[in-house]
């Protein structure tokens, strides 16, 4: 799994976004040479033209015309999907060959954590699998604590058996 998408590195891809050149872009077959044309919507011939992509690069070609409108859709649909991420408090994890699902809940204790548990009551430890958690015992708790990318990751290869009790 990659890194999660930085609030800089996402403010970074906004800014790049041509903003005079507005979708939609179109491709265009060039019928003289064989190439395609990337072309914005304007009233004047060739003045729209984003780029030319040699014959054997249709799908290239295609992938530049269809950016420009789907990447700012795709970072509004990251910022909506955040939104609703900050009000999730657990979520369950289909476990196959198991009566219940694992659990995924989040957890303030030392920040913004998440821990992975079943339906025992016991947490996932990074160094010992699943154990019972003693309250006391803050070492304890901080091994069964993970930033959400790294909990969501693990539970999946929990569920799946890649990693096991």
Do not use: K
Not at 59 to 79: G, N, W, Y
Not at 83 to 95: D, K, R
């Amino acid at each position: 799994m990659t890194e999660p998408l930085s609030p800089e590195r996402e403010q970074e891809i906004r800014e790049s976004i041509p903003t005079v050149y507005g979708p939609p872009w179109t491709l265009e077959p060039d019928m003289e040479d064989g190439t395609w044309l990337v072309m914005y919507a304007t009233d004047h011939p060739l003045a729209g033209l984003v780029a030319v992509i040699p014959d054997y690069g249709a799908h290239l070609a295609e992938f530049i015309a269809t950016a420009r409108a789907a990447v700012p859709e795709l970072l509004d649909e990251i910022e909506r999907l955040r939104a609703v991420l900050g009000h999730i408090t657990v979520c369950e994890i289909p476990w196959p060959g198991h009566p219940f699902p694992l659990w995924l809940q989040r957890s303030y204790a030392g920040g913004d954590r998440w821990w992975i548990g079943d339906r025992e009551g016991r947490r996932w430890n990074r160094d010992h699998g699943f154990v019972f958690e003693r309250q006391d015992d803050e070492r304890t708790r901080t091994d069964t604590r993970f930033p959400l990318a790294d909990a969501w990751s693990l539970a999946r290869r929990i569920a799946t058996g890649e990693v096991g009790p």
